[in-house]
C-alpha cells in the first residue's frame, strides 16, 4: 500500500527569493554611501566647473590676483615652499605610499594598506590622464621662481592632486585603526595644512597657475570620496556597511 506521506529522505524545496531589480540594487547602494557618494559628486562637479571655465577663458583674473598675493612673499618662505612642494613630488609620495603599506601589511592591516595603493596608483593615474585630456600650457618662463618648469601639462597641479590623494588617505586609514579624539583633529588640521601648503607652494615658485592646484585638490578629493565608500563603507557619518568598518564590500548584490 502505498503511502501518500512524503518520504523522510526528500528534502523540502527551498524558498525561491525575489532577486532585486537593478533600480532597486542602485537605490540601496545610494543610500548605504549616503555621504560618499555626495562628497565625490560634489567635488566633481566642482572640478568640471573649473574645467569649463577653464575652456572658457573665465580664470585669468583669478589667477592673476591668487598669483599676485602669494608671489608677493618670496625670498622670505623659499625654504618652507621648497620642502613642501618637494613633499608632492610623485617620487616622495610615491616612497611614502610603498613604505606605508608594506608596513601596513606586515603588521596584518593589508586592508589599510591595499587601500593606499589604490587612491595613490589611481591618483597618479588620474592626474596624468586630465593633463592629456585639458593640455593647458605652463605659466610663462618670467613667472618661474627658484625651479625649473616641469615637461608636463599645467592643469590640474600633479603635485596638488597626488598630496591631497595621499595624505587624505593616511587620515582615513588612521581613524580605520581607532584614531579619535584630540589626535585625529590634529592629524586632520595638520593635513589640510600641509595639502594647502603643497599647492600654495606650486604658485609661489611660478610653475602652476592657482587654478590648477585648486583643480587638483577638486579632483583627489572626488576620487579619495569614491574609493573611501568601497574600503569603509561606515567610515563617514549615516553610512552603513554589511561587514565591520575596513572589510572590502564584496558581496554587493546580496539584499541587507
Not at 562628497?39 to 585669468?60: I, K, Y
Not at 608677493?72 to 613633499?87: E, K
Not at 594598506?113 to 595613490?120: E, K, Q, R, W
Request: aromatic share 10%; net charge positive; glycine share 8%.
Amino acid at each position: 500500500m502505498n503511502s501518500t506521506h512524503p518520504s523522510r529522505s526528500q528534502k523540502p524545496e527551498p524558498l525561491r527569493t525575489r532577486s532585486e531589480s537593478l533600480p532597486e540594487r542602485a537605490l540601496r547602494f545610494v543610500r548605504r554611501h549616503r555621504w560618499s557618494l555626495p562628497l565625490s559628486g560634489l567635488s566633481a562637479l566642482c572640478f568640471a566647473e573649473l574645467s569649463s571655465e577653464l575652456r572658457e577663458g573665465e580664470l585669468h583674473d583669478f589667477d592673476r590676483l591668487v598669483s599676485e598675493a602669494v608671489t608677493g612673499s618670496r625670498g622670505s618662505l623659499d625654504f618652507l615652499m621648497y620642502w613642501l612642494t618637494r613633499l608632492g613630488d610623485g617620487a616622495t609620495l610615491t616612497a611614502i605610499v610603498v613604505l606605508t603599506a608594506a608596513v601596513l601589511a606586515l603588521v596584518k592591516h593589508r586592508r589599510e594598506a591595499a587601500f593606499l595603493i589604490f587612491v595613490g596608483t589611481g591618483a597618479g593615474m588620474w592626474s596624468f590622464l586630465l593633463k592629456q585630456l585639458f593640455q593647458r600650457d605652463r605659466p610663462e618662463a618670467t613667472e618661474l621662481y627658484v625651479i625649473s618648469t616641469p615637461s608636463s601639462f599645467s592643469f590640474p597641479s600633479g603635485h596638488a592632486f597626488g598630496s591631497t590623494a595621499v595624505l587624505l588617505s593616511l587620515l582615513l586609514v588612521a581613524r580605520a585603526l581607532g584614531v579619535r579624539g584630540a589626535r585625529l583633529a590634529l592629524s586632520t588640521a595638520v593635513t589640510f595644512l600641509v595639502v594647502a601648503g603643497v599647492a600654495t607652494s606650486r604658485v609661489y615658485f611660478g610653475v602652476h597657475f592657482a587654478s590648477d592646484v585648486v583643480g587638483g585638490v577638486l579632483g583627489a578629493a572626488a576620487w579619495v570620496a569614491l574609493v573611501t565608500g568601497f574600503f569603509y563603507p561606515a567610515a563617514l557619518p549615516g553610512e552603513r556597511a554589511k561587514q565591520p568598518l575596513g572589510d572590502v564590500v564584496a558581496s554587493d548584490a546580496a539584499p541587507e
